[in-house]
């Protein structure tokens, strides 16, 4: 098997290929193997590090259709990064990691090699059920002897130190309670001038989601005589309240609150820029991927399908259609700028 950094020992190694496991010959640890050749060096998957959420187990299965982003998401990302963070051509065919690759949104993209043609490609998970829906999805085209994957903690992954030029990551950082120490995981990890590339959950979205609530409970006044019914007003103050948590327990640091939660983190690029120079990096950007100023992109419908989420009554929606309608289109486009799922933030690894 290809070149590894034995999690036990740490010396990097090429696995021996072994009955059910694979072998470092070392320390003569032993990993199992996924689906007869995908090693697993989750040791111990019920330690609090190696915590996932039910979505991300069990429910593996049904991910994609509860998330709905398509593969061609992915496709569109690398292509917008290409076009608009000048700094993401320089790097010529490396080697390239995916981080929290779950069932492949990004693996086709990356795999593909068309916008970063890569000499390996390691594809990780920390869930062994989303990361082999990924590996049962490889496409014809696929060059197969460039690809490994693996299930690892991005705590620790088991990659040699330097190994890497480009790391890729979307919607998995906020997912890590102890972050920074991954950060520096990935600092370890990269080559001098290499870079990593988080698409990540922007706090602004959500602050935008916290006023609306807030407006929604204001001008409503009690069923049936306008919209909300009192299920839909608790909904509603329940996620106002629920935002406003997290992110005082992350401007706080109160890793108990957001312990056992599946998204843990809204991020605030301050204090992701001060964490990751803390870590090792050189410097910090971001790259937002949606926002035109010269064309006027419907925001509600975005607006709609959160909210949607919560269950809400079709009165309380036919309300909230008639709230985002009166807001001034500047603040629509601005929340653009801020879209969760539409926000990447880039690491730079200093050149020496």
Not at 10 to 32: H, K, W, Y
Not at 104 to 122: D, H, I, N
Not at 169 to 179: A, Q, T, V
């Amino acid at each position: 098997m290809p070149e590894f950094r034995c999690t036990r020992c740490r010396r990097t190694v090429d696995l021996i290929l072994l009955e059910n496991a694979a072998g470092c010959p070392s320390c003569e640890a032993r990993f199992g193997l996924l689906d007869g050749c995908i090693p697993n060096f989750v040791v111990d998957p019920s330690a609090p590090e190696n915590f996932l959420g039910s979505m991300f187990r069990e429910e593996a299965a049904a991910y994609d259709d509860r998330v709905r982003v398509a593969c061609e998401h992915g496709f569109w990302v690398l292509e917008q990064l290409k076009a608009k963070e000048p700094g993401a051509n320089g790097r010529g065919p490396g080697t390239i990691l995916e981080i929290g690759a779950g069932t492949g949104q990004m693996t086709r993209a990356l795999a593909s090699g068309v916008q970063f043609p890569y000499e390996r490609l390691f594809v990780t998970d920390l869930s062994a059920d989303m990361l082999r829906i990924n590996w049962r999805r490889r496409q014809p085209g696929e060059p197969e002897a460039k690809i490994r994957y693996a299930v690892c903690n991005s705590l620790d992954l088991p990659l040699p130190d330097h190994s890497v030029d480009i790391i890729f990551g979307m919607d998995i950082l906020h997912h890590i309670l102890d972050y920074p120490v991954a950060l520096t995981e990935f600092v370890r990890v990269l080559a001098p001038g290499g870079f990593c590339v988080l698409e990540e959950p922007h706090r602004g979205a959500f602050e935008m989601f916290r006023f609306l609530c807030g407006v929604l409970l204001v001008t409503d006044t009690k069923w049936p005589f306008t919209g909300l019914t009192d299920r839909d007003r608790k909904q509603l103050q329940g996620w106002k309240s629920h935002l406003y948590n997290l992110m005082s327990a992350d401007d706080r640091n109160d890793l108990g609150f957001l312990e056992k939660l599946d998204d843990k983190y809204l991020f605030d690029p301050d204090v992701l820029k001060k964490r990751a120079l803390e870590a090792g990096f050189d410097r910090f950007s971001e790259c937002n991927i949606l926002y035109r100023p010269e064309l006027r992109i419907p925001y509600a419908p975005m607006i709609r399908d959160n909210f949607n989420g919560l269950g809400l009554s079709k009165r309380a929606m036919k309300l909230l259609d008639r709230v985002t309608a009166e807001l001034d289109d500047t603040i629509g486009q601005q929340m653009l700028r801020y879209f969760p799922v539409n926000t990447l933030f880039l690491f730079w690894a200093a050149e020496t």
